[in-house]
């Protein structure tokens, strides 16, 4: 599986920007999908997840309410919609891919060692 995120950037307190992640290789509705980030001098931490339906999602706590995450099956592509964005949001933000069965369990979708594929990462930086 490859998979290729874009849609960082550079944005002021309070901005918005949308990230994308293309999956190929699998058949999309196949892989569960999350996004972690990793800020400079800190450990990759979770941010987002959601099922192969798009049936259920999960959030951390400092972003619930701010951010946005979504797939469109037909287009093998996961959404991280991101509004009143601060600095601390500021990171690398990696894709994940987890190969779930659909109707299969889930067991740990905030896990970064539960996802067997990465992407490349996309920059996003937030100015105060």
């Known amino acids: 599986v490859q998979l290729q995120a874009s849609g960082g950037g550079l944005v002021q307190t309070g901005g918005s920007l949308r990230l994308s992640c293309v999956a190929s290789?699998?058949?999309?509705?196949?892989?569960?999908m999350g996004w972690f980030r990793q800020a400079p001098g800190k450990e990759r931490e979770f941010v987002a997840a959601i099922s192969w339906s798009g049936g259920t999602t999960y959030y951390a706590d400092s972003v619930k309410g701010r951010f946005t995450i979504s797939r469109d099956n037909d287009k093998n592509t996961v959404y991280l919609q991101m509004s009143s964005l601060k600095p601390e949001d500021t990171a690398v933000y990696y894709c994940?891919?987890?190969?779930?069965?659909?109707?299969?369990?889930?067991?740990?979708?905030?896990?970064?060692?539960?996802?067997?594929?990465w992407g490349q990462g996309t920059q996003v930086t937030v100015s105060s």
């Open positions: 290789g699998r058949t999309f509705s196949s892989l569960a």
């Open positions: 994940a891919a987890d190969p779930i069965p659909p109707f299969g369990r889930w067991p740990s979708p905030r896990i970064s060692d539960e996802y067997d594929y």
